[in-house]
């Protein structure tokens, strides 16, 4: 009868609107399970990976995508002509917490990060180029996305790192494994553009204290990554407030890549050796070399230039130059071995005394030029 509905048809509306309801919230969270779609609807289950806190070796050639989740290069442009160091900047959604992420030029690993975002450096020759970044998450979903670019130049490196935001630090141990050693604890800052002390305006403040006599803190800032530089200079300037208290300071430079990682590390030993020492990677000790090394006179600015290369599996220490003074190094050391990341990074480190006096140190004009 016209103007009367029956009650299969209202069972049938209702089951008809739950159904566009339950498909609209389907449609907006991608998948059933909340998971999106690509992941919910994946016809493989992966295998997680067995121990979180291993970081694996590059798988090379890359592998393929599985159930691939958000992925995306926002820079370069694709096709992009640039000049290397190239500015990557990639960014990963995935639908579990991040395992690990990594660059690939060419089919080869050059850079890994255990971060959503890529922000980094990549060094490569001149000529056309494909960059691909591989992020897997925790359950074993793995995205890719590629890219092809010409490298049409070649720029001096990466400048003024003092201003890095990636800068990150440890004391004695990071999770259960010795970093920057000490016999305790530091209390340590750090505070980026500063204005006074500064040469350009822009210094990075670090400061050392804390109670335990011989306590240390290493900072680090990854740059990029890439297998094409052989050759670097690490100039920079450094002013100390209290030239006597430090124990001693450290600068470094780290290149990971293919499973090896040649760390050039540099100290000037103050107290003990009064030398600068230089670090065996493979021994994982320092080495007293014949150049002296004393406190740093107070509130002066110090210019200092470590020249390196890459020669082979060994790290060639070239020469120092240090407050106006030049000094032929030429020492050779064999690099480290079974290294699962890879990463072009620079470090410094402040060593506390026996009484763990306070001090400040300022870097500027931190400078890590590559050919």
Known sequence: MRGTVRRDQVQQCILL???VVLALILAIMGGCSGLPKNVANCPITPTPPSDLTIVPPAAEPPPAS????????????????????????????PPDPVYTVRVYVDNFAVLYTPSTIV???LWMPNGAHTIEVVAEDTAGYI???SMQVNVVGQLPGALNLQESPQWVS???????TTCAAGLGVAVSTLTLHQQTPSLDGSAAKFTLAGK???????????????????HFNYDLWFYIDHGDRAQSLEFDVNQAFGGTRWTWGTQCDFNDSHRWNIWDPLGEVWKPIPIPCNHFPSNTWIHMVW????????????????ADHTYDVDTYYTAQPNWT??????????????????????LDRVNLFSY
């Open 341 to 362: 990341q890879e990463e072009i990074d620079i470090a410094f480190q402040m060593d506390g005394n026996w009484d763990q006096q306070p001090y400040t140190v300022w």
């Open 307 to 322: 020249t390196l290369e890459r020669v082979g599996n060994q790290v060639h220490y070239i020469a120092l130059s240090v």
């Open 143 to 145: 995205a890719t996305t």
């Open 17 to 19: 609107a739950l159904t």
């Open 170 to 176: 440890c004391s004695a141990v990071i999770v259960h």
């Open 66 to 93: 599985l159930c691939g989740f958000p992925l995306e290069i926002s820079s370069p442009g694709k096709g992009a002509s640039v000049q290397a160091p190239v500015p990557v900047v990639a960014v990963a959604t």
């Open 212 to 230: 335990h006599a011989y306590s240390n803190e290493l900072y680090w800032t990854p740059i990029g990554g890439g297998s094409y530089p052989q």
């Open 119 to 121: 922000n980094q450096l």
